[in-house]
């Protein structure tokens, strides 16, 4: 069994939507089919909430979605998943539940049209998120995603050519979201603060996000000389 660490691309980041100028718009509206007024690829940070804000003036939602990336393109192909994780090393913030789940973007880069294209509909409609994993977030420092059999297929499949999600692309992505977000519950309040993860960008290389995999390789087939030698 070997193992091999990833690193995610430059082109992590967050998508965020909702503040002041949406003020009055719907959750459903905010969530689902909202144009991101905030794409951000370059920054040391990617945020993750769902949040509601009252008071003065109308109601308004924000929700923020965190995005990472991982190049498969090297990783040996046709190879045995046994198990994989990712490594996010929280920030800050705090109260926030995460559930990293498939991102089904449209290209491997941070950009407004994958936050419209993000699967965010109701779970009871039976359209929703995929779940990859959930992990504790508590307190700062590292936090590990253990992805689960869905995730494995899919890294699989990214390893293999097709990409994950149908995407077609050798990227592994992954994004991760508040769980108010992954279940369609509305906020009611501050309650949710917000959190966020360091990205690649971060200064140095001890908390940039890593996905680690572990696989075996398939041993290869000899042929014995002997044998063909005797009977040909």
């Not at 109701?122 to 869905?150: I, Q």
Request: aromatic share 12%; glycine share 12%; hydrophobic share 35%.
């Amino acid at each position: 069994m070997a193992k091999e660490d990833i690193y995610s691309s430059s082109a992590d980041g967050r998508l965020f939507l909702g503040g002041p100028p949406t003020g009055g718009s719907s959750w459903s509206t905010i969530r689902n089919t909202g144009t991101a007024q905030n794409a951000s690829g370059g920054g040391s940070y990617a945020q993750v909430f769902a949040i509601m804000f009252s008071g003065k003036g109308p109601d308004f939602f924000d929700i923020a979605r965190a995005f990472f990336y991982f190049d498969m393109s090297s990783f040996p192909a046709y190879s045995t998943i046994d198990s994989a994780s990712i490594d996010l090393y929280r920030h800050g913030g705090g109260g926030v539940s995460v559930i990293a789940v498939r991102h089904d973007g449209p290209s491997v880069h941070v950009s407004v049209p994958e936050y419209v294209f993000f699967p965010s509909h109701d779970p009871a409609g039976g359209d929703s998120m995929t779940a990859y994993s959930s992990a504790n977030t508590e307190g700062t420092g590292g936090n590990t995603f253990t992805l689960n059999a869905t995730a494995i297929t899919e890294l699989t499949a990214c390893i293999e050519g097709s990409g994950n999600g149908g995407v077609g692309t050798s990227s592994f992505e992954v994004a991760v979201v508040s769980n108010l977000d992954y279940t369609n519950t509305e906020p009611s309040d501050r309650t949710e603060l917000g959190m966020s993860f360091r990205t690649q960008e971060y200064s140095g290389t001890s908390s940039d996000p890593l996905l680690s995999v572990t696989y075996s390789t398939a041993a290869a087939v000899t042929h014995s000389a002997t044998f063909f030698g005797a009977n040909f």
